[in-house]
């Protein structure tokens, strides 16, 4: 059997770099890496485990037997092993036999940087490269303008294993089948961006893929790596973008993942009050090492580079930024000036940041974070954290409790919808509608709409209207754009059946419309993050549970006229107070009959006044449909 030969990619700049945490292509150095050396094909291995004493690559080529291929250690204290193997090549099936200095332990560990990794619940790494051909030129250049903060940005979230079944098989779709199908969905659905729950490869499918084992692989369920790239390549020639979940807030304990990796707690905090994640039961990474935050962020920039990914959303950032986050008093250590910000984290996030927007300015990082944290969304150099975009947690639970009553009590929360602008511009924030919000007995969101059939249905195209005309960018989970009427299960797909109803064709229909007229509408999206982007005309008109708005662009002629009626009370003759004279028109009515309203409350040609109302010098007389919004524009 062939012998390891002493190798090594890495330059001495590479080890100051790691060593430092500032080496962010870790990816290009570390994990399995086939080649042709001396004229020899083979592979290259590298592994950080600075508490090992000996390494071995175990795997299908040499019976799974430790010490017949024992890595060789770096000499300048890096905690690397390293070596070439002759003869091992793309698919062969691996792990590191690693033993410890600390009491002799042993422990099997898959590859952190592998490029693929065996189909779950298989767990060794595999040999991977592949030479695919990109064909998105044309997006890549472009796609600055469209991940910009002042461009329509209208996501639609997927959990790959529950979007659709191959019926006739009772299997999910591939990567592959996925890149015809979905895009061909997204596309017709109008909505600018898709983002997937983690594809990170991960052991367990009840965790929906957030406890990753193998942060640079993406999953075998679906495919291969090639055919995930196919993926992503024919969304970007479809002219959509595709965000993915990255979760470097915690980790699994399986045996074969990060944990416990070299006898040592390498990659997790040794304190368990910093370590140990309570709620999820897994483990927290040690961001004050600097060999972990060069880990996390090559992790951060892999993505964006080799898979052309054009916007990370960050999970569980809350979790990170506080001490004492799920812990009661005497559970956690306060900070080196006695607060409950985790300093290490806080500077890590903004190191991330940085990095990506360093390297990748045209795409976008998003927080999901629930607190109030300031700043989450600002540039660090303004001492911001630095993502791009936050989830607005708080609109999300205001809005679903509002709408949630029945309409002869709304009167009474009228502060529940006006509320989010007293806080929306303070960062960019993004409406999302997630997976987090149709599990766990919450139900639907079709589910939560109060009334009868009818206003059931009446009540989510309008509760999806004021969404699509708030200020910030949209995220609406798989289901929601058709009404789906039962809670989200990862095992089954979207009750696509559905769409034989009327009810449910005219949500889709909606939906489709809605993203049309965001993106259409400069309004909607040129200041979108802006104060200068929204003026209130009444938010005092509680009796009759009215929200009338105006959404402005750059141009004054692109103002939009928004007005919610949020009662089953339809209101013929409602005096709209205006700024200016002019002709209106009805560009949006969420009753139209497409979208199985009544159509009966349409505005044609309208024309205003010089009768002042609403404290505006001017007015014009609509009609509001019943649970509906209208939306008017200067003709």
Do not use: C
């Not at 890096?78 to 070596?83: D, L, M």
């Not at 033993?99 to 298989?122: F, G, L, W």
Request: charged share 25%; hydrophobic share 35%; glycine share 8%.
């Amino acid at each position: 059997m062939a012998e390891v030969i002493l190798h090594s990619l890495f330059t001495d700049f590479d080890i100051s770099l790691f060593k430092s945490g500032k080496h962010y292509r870790l990816y290009e150095k570390f994990g399995s890496h086939p080649m042709t050396l001396n004229g020899v094909e083979g592979t290259y291995f590298a592994v950080w485990a600075p508490s090992a004493k000996m390494v071995s690559v175990i795997g299908d080529f040499n019976f799974w037997l430790e010490g017949d291929h024992k890595l060789f250690v770096r000499w300048d204290g890096s905690g690397i092993w390293e070596g070439f193997i002759p003869e091992v090549g793309k698919g062969n099936i691996y792990k590191y036999k690693i033993q410890s200095h600390i009491n002799d332990v042993k422990t099997e560990k898959a590859d952190p940087y592998a490029r693929r990794s065996e189909h779950p619940p298989k767990t060794a790494s595999e040999v991977w490269d592949d030479n695919y051909k990109w064909k998105d030129k044309k997006w890549m250049s472009k796609r600055a303008t469209k991940n910009a903060l002042d461009s329509p940005f209208s996501v639609y979230e997927v959990h790959l294993g529950s979007w659709k079944k191959q019926v006739e098989e009772g299997r999910f779709l591939s990567y592959a089948e996925l890149a015809d199908e979905l895009v061909a969905y997204v596309k017709d659905m109008n909505f600018t961006h898709v983002e997937f729950m983690p594809i990170m490869e991960y052991p367990y499918d009840p965790s929906w893929g957030y406890q990753i084992t193998g942060y640079f692989s993406p999953t075998s369920r679906f495919g291969y790596p090639d055919e995930f790239k196919l993926l992503v390549d024919k969304l970007h020639q479809a002219d959509i973008g595709i965000i993915v979940d990255w979760v470097p807030s915690h980790f699994p304990e399986d045996a074969h993942g990060l944990g416990f990796f070299d006898g040592s707690h390498l990659y997790e905090h040794p304190d368990r009050r910093k370590g140990y994640h309570p709620d999820w039961k897994s483990l927290i990474f040690n961001y004050g090492r600097n060999e972990v935050k060069s880990f996390l962020i090559s992790n951060a920039l892999f993505w964006l580079d080799q898979y052309h990914v054009d916007g990370l959303r960050v999970d569980a950032v809350a979790s990170m930024l506080f001490l004492d986050y799920s812990r009661n008093d005497g559970e956690w250590e306060p900070n080196m000036y006695g607060g409950r910000e985790n300093l290490e984290a806080i500077d890590f996030l903004k190191e991330m940041n940085e990095a990506v927007y360093q390297n990748y300015p045209d795409v976008q990082t998003i927080a999901e974070e629930s607190t109030a944290f300031p700043m989450i969304s600002r540039p660090t150099f303004l001492g911001g954290i630095g993502f791009g975009m936050k989830w607005m947690m708080g609109w999300m639970h205001d809005t679903l409790q509002y709408f949630s009553k029945e309409p002869i009590y709304r009167k009474h929360h009228h502060n529940d919808l006006t509320f989010s602008m007293t806080y929306a511009f303070t960062e960019n924030f993004m409406l999302p509608l997630s997976h987090d919000e149709v599990v766990y007995g919450k139900r639907s969101i079709l589910g939560r709409m109060p009334g009868d059939e009818w206003q059931r249905f009446a009540n989510l195209r309008l509760l999806y209207s004021y969404m699509f005309t708030h200020p910030g960018t949209k995220l609406l989970f798989q289901g929601a754009e058709i009404g789906q009427g039962e809670e989200w299960n990862f095992q089954t797909s979207i009750d696509w059946h559905l769409l034989e109803y009327d009810g449910h064709k005219g949500i889709q229909n909606l939906i489709r419309d809605l993203n049309k007229l965001y993106k259409k509408e400069p309004a909607l999206f040129e200041k979108q993050f802006s104060s200068e982007g929204f003026e209130w005309i009444d938010y005092g008109d509680y009796e009759n549970s009215t929200f009338p708005y105006i959404r402005k662009g750059h141009n004054q002629e692109d103002d939009l006229i928004i007005v919610l009626n949020m009662t089953p009370v339809p209101r013929e003759n409602y005096r709209l107070g205006l700024p200016r004279k002019g002709k209106l028109k009805e560009v949006f009515n969420s009753d139209h009959k497409s979208y199985n309203g009544t159509g009966e409350f349409h505005n044609k040609a309208l024309k205003v006044t010089d009768e002042p109302w609403h404290w505006k010098d001017y007015s014009v007389e609509i009609k509001l449909p019943p649970l509906g919004m209208v939306a008017l524009k200067y003709s």
